[in-house]
């Protein structure tokens, strides 16, 4: 288990003060090249399907792909979307972009034509970088009026020869990252992160781990999501870690990877539970086991902690606070709903509906301030509006504070769905449902599963009795959805589903009926 090297306030500080120069502070832009620079001994960046791949090959090829960016004509602060499985073609456009001083937007690899198309006409990218297998996707998006898409194809490869730019930088406190993440009006949502908040976070996260050179960090989570990239892309580039870096989650790509002997493992919960139906995977080198995204069960905590004698890291955050609010690192067993103190530098206070602070104890909904927070949602004003005010954050998640100053999570105020890690809203998936001239009203809610953490459910209401329906239903979903998003289950009646008093499907009656 992890024991702080140091005062956590100390060590903040002291990190803090080393990367800022001039009184600015580091530039996410510039990571890379740091890393480059400051890195220069055996210590691979990443572990890619057996390769090693060195910290400046990695710098001169994003370099020399950000040069064809603004060759091409990328302009400071024009956003650029990215969609790759985990590769090294991932890092090498992410930092391109970032190195051109654009926007990088990091797309979800399992979205669909609809979904996508919603995220190019917002984002408004002046370029997609993707692989060559999901071009033709894109080529079908936004009725294909579309900005050039570049693939891995058309990333150059610089010779020996090759002089990088220098990197573009910024002001800290504008938009850096656009990560898109599912919006509760059904159709994904921009969170617009700033350098400030991407270097202090990863900064705060690494204050509580205190992990450092030749770490060797396992990368399986998908590098669209923000944990991944908090855990394998900005802190692992900070203090010059190893990442081994695994394409998918499937049980030979762990198990080809896992010889390479990590010494982090971060996971979600259903990972953890795919972990324990391997039941003997070699998981010997690893000092500490992180899970965020999720609620980890109880039963996959205690299968895990039986068959491999270790126990996981409960944290907690979302896309919104860059991501980290807590990490619990203490060696000593505790319900699964414990996820720790609140990292330094960040405030909590449990409000109540009148927005009142609540003293230790009591149950409310948490709301954050610190530098971490979102600058807020991309072109979205009034759902900003509604969750920051006067620079706190409204979570939407209960919980209370325990005597220790830890957080424990009651239950969330959302409807959300956690899939794996993925967040999933109920009314995207309705909204499709109810598309079928059969349906007169649907009601998705999420159902435990030790696998995949919770999985989507569809009740429905329908005006007349008809035959194979689910099937119909589920092909509907199935071509306007991301796979994980479809229902694993359609529940299908002419009877009446239960509503509040003011007409909408009232979700409490479904979940009792789980």
Not at 9 to 32: A, C, H, N, P, W
Not at 335 to 350: A, D, H, L, W
């Amino acid at each position: 288990m992890i024991q702080p090297k140091q005062n956590e306030e100390q060590f903040f500080k002291e990190t803090l003060d080393e990367i800022t120069k001039d009184g600015r502070l580091l530039y996410v832009g510039s990571l890379l090249q740091r890393a480059a620079q400051k890195f220069t001994g055996e210590v691979p960046a990443l572990m890619y399907k057996d390769e090693p791949i060195t910290y400046q090959e990695l710098y001169a090829r994003a370099s020399a792909l950000s040069k064809l960016l603004k060759e091409q004509g990328l302009q400071p602060r024009e956003r650029v979307l990215i969609c790759f499985e985990n590769s090294p073609e991932f890092y090498v456009a992410y930092f391109a972009v970032l190195q051109a001083g654009a926007v990088v937007a990091p797309i979800n690899t399992f979205l669909k034509e609809k979904e996508l198309t919603h995220i190019v006409s917002d984002a408004q990218p002046r370029f997609i970088i993707t692989s060559s297998d999901r071009k033709p996707l894109f080529e079908q998006t936004n009725g294909g009026n579309l900005p050039p898409i570049i693939t891995e194809q058309d990333m150059p490869t610089p010779d020996a020869s090759f002089t990088p730019d220098e990197p573009i930088e910024l002001e800290p406190d504008e938009m850096a990252a656009l990560l898109y993440t599912s919006g509760t009006t059904g159709l994904p949502k921009g969170v617009m992160l700033s350098s400030r908040n991407i270097i202090t976070n990863t900064l705060q996260g690494l204050t509580r781990l205190q992990i450092g050179y030749k770490e060797r960090i396992f990368g399986v989570l998908p590098l669209f999501h923000v944990f991944a990239q908090a855990a394998c892309v900005w802190s692992a580039l900070f203090v010059g870690a190893t990442v081994i870096l695994v394409p998918k989650i499937d049980r030979r790509y762990i198990l080809s990877a896992l010889k390479h002997e990590p010494t982090s493992f971060i996971g979600v919960p259903a990972l953890y539970g795919l972990m324990c139906l391997l039941k003997t995977a070699p998981l010997g080198s690893v000092k500490f086991f992180l899970s965020g995204g999720d609620a980890m069960p109880d039963k996959i905590r205690m299968y895990f902690e039986l068959l491999y004698r270790r126990k996981i890291c409960n944290g907690y955050g979302l896309t919104e606070t860059s991501p980290v609010i807590s990490i619990d690192c203490d060696d000593v067993a505790q319900p699964t709903n414990v996820v720790g103190k609140p990292v330094f530098g960040i405030e909590c206070e449990m409000r109540d509906e009148q927005l009142t602070a609540l003293p230790e104890g009591q149950i409310g909904e948490l709301w954050v301030k610190g530098p971490n927070v979102m600058l807020g949602y991309y072109n979205a004003q009034e759902q900003t509006e509604k969750v920051l005010k006067d620079g706190w954050f409204n979570t939407g998640d209960t919980m209370y504070i325990d005597k220790d100053g830890k957080l424990i999570i009651t239950g969330r105020t959302k409807d959300l769905i956690i899939h794996k890690g993925i967040n999933i809203y109920p009314q995207e998936i309705e909204n499709e449902i109810l598309g079928h001239p059969n349906v007169i009203r649907v009601g998705v809610i999420g159902k435990k599963d030790n696998t995949h953490g919770e999985i989507p459910i569809a009740y429905v209401q329908l005006r007349q009795e008809e035959e194979g329906i689910e099937k119909k239903l589920r092909a509907l979903t199935s071509h306007q959805l991301a796979p994980y998003k479809v229902p694993r289950s359609f529940i299908c009646s002419v009877e009446e589903l239960a509503t509040t008093a003011t007409g909408k499907v009232d979700k409490k009656v479904l979940r009792k009926k789980e």
